[in-house]
């Protein structure tokens, strides 16, 4: 994934990124949690995009595929003709992290809104210009030949109802969030989320939190 993102998405565009910012750099990196992010370092003029490892084992399985917003975005906005595989998650990853790059270097990120608009017209545009199929492509291209070949099939999105009986109030979770881990304790069990009061550091937070990114804390 770091390799694809500097070969297919960073090269054509990195004149455009370096008129923003001369002298700008990208660096890609594997975290080993599931926090995958971008961010930009403004005294080095250093981009960097974070894949978590954990982010990656939680695409290649539906029912913990189907929490991450990379997931929803496939699948509302139709990239990739709407389909959920691992192939087309990661290859989408890569396009997602990007388009947060893009869009810091235009100016459009703003503190509490981060997924607007402008984050979205970008991302729409590297589906439609064939940016993410060509990302598809390498991903693909390359991981056959480290002999490690990502899953295209469909997936089967979970049954929400049996998610459901998976839950019960009172039972203490933890969640991740980006760079930072939540706990609480379940309060409610909703059709698609539940309801969690934190606890420790998260104490007097109420978050509505999808089941699939759940955890349970013996």
């Not at 997924?115 to 390498?138: C, Q």
Request: hydrophobic fraction near 30%.
């Amino acid at each position: 994934m770091c390799e694809v993102t500097q070969s297919i998405l960073w090269q054509p565009a990195a004149d455009w990124i370096q008129e923003q910012a001369s002298g700008s750099t990208l660096v890609c990196r594997v975290g080993s949690g599931q926090a995958t992010y971008h961010r930009f370092d403004p005294q080095y003029k250093q981009h960097q995009i974070t894949y978590g490892l954990r982010m990656i084992q939680a695409k290649h399985q539906p029912d913990t595929a189907s929490g991450w917003l990379s997931s929803r975005e496939v699948h509302k906005r139709g990239y990739f003709d709407g389909e959920l595989s691992t192939l087309n998650l990661l290859a989408h990853t890569c396009c997602h992290e990007f388009a947060h790059l893009l869009q810091h270097s235009a100016g459009q990120r703003y503190r509490g809104s981060v997924h607007n608009r402008h984050f979205y017209t970008i991302l729409d545009e590297l589906h439609e210009s064939g940016g993410a199929s060509a990302v598809r492509r390498a991903l693909s291209e390359r991981t056959e030949q480290f002999g490690l070949p990502l899953p295209d099939q469909a997936f089967k999105m979970p049954d929400t109802r049996k998610q459901q009986a998976d839950w019960s109030v009172g039972e203490t979770i933890s969640f991740s969030n980006g760079l930072r881990e939540f706990q609480g304790k379940v309060v409610r069990v909703n059709r698609k989320t539940c309801t969690v009061d934190g606890t420790g550091r998260s104490r007097g937070m109420r978050y509505r939190v999808p089941m699939q990114m759940l955890r349970r804390v013996s």
